[in-house]
């Protein structure tokens, strides 16, 4: 083999290398940050991971919210009119968290089945819905007609497509 060939071939299988290398790294670096959603009704059924990161969203249930007199915590009930979860969290809650409004929660599951939120995000106003529930809710192609108008009384947040 020719010898400028020879050093072609060997910089071409270093960059190669490297490459693969360096996209490995970032690959395996990313499996810890990422945080896939799941919908009350998965996280009931069990299909979301338990104590690892993830996103769950929905409306918090009417007459759910439970605060502590003496911290910062709070439980609550995360539904999607199909199952409903129960949320910890202790902080500070975002000016437009409500009953009755869509919520995004970051954290894990314990195995109780409770999620231990590390954040709560709320709706930012009347017509927004976080884009996550909204594509969930566009699925969701079991609910009726009827269930509808029912799910819109309990969640001014959530629109199911009706």
Excluded: W
């Amino acid at each position: 083999m020719h010898p400028v060939r020879k050093q072609r071939l060997i910089l071409v299988i270093a960059g190669v290398l490297f490459s693969s290398i360096a996209i490995g790294l970032i690959v395996y670096a990313m499996r810890e940050n990422i945080n896939l959603f799941y919908p009350p009704s998965k996280i009931v059924k069990g299909e979301a991971p338990h104590n690892r990161t993830i996103r769950g969203g929905g409306c918090v249930k009417p007459g759910s919210v439970v605060r502590a007199t003496d911290s910062l915590d709070i439980k609550f009930i995360l539904t999607d009119g199909t199952g409903d979860v129960p949320v910890k969290f202790s902080g500070i809650l975002p000016d437009l968290f409500a009953e009755g409004e869509a919520a995004v929660v970051n954290g894990k599951i314990d195995d109780q089945g409770v999620f231990n939120a590390e954040q709560v995000l709320a709706k930012h106003d009347e017509t927004y819905t976080p884009p996550e529930v909204a594509s969930m809710n566009k699925s969701d192609d079991q609910k009726k007609e009827g269930d509808h108008k029912n799910d819109q009384a309990v969640c001014k947040g959530m629109n199911y497509g009706g």
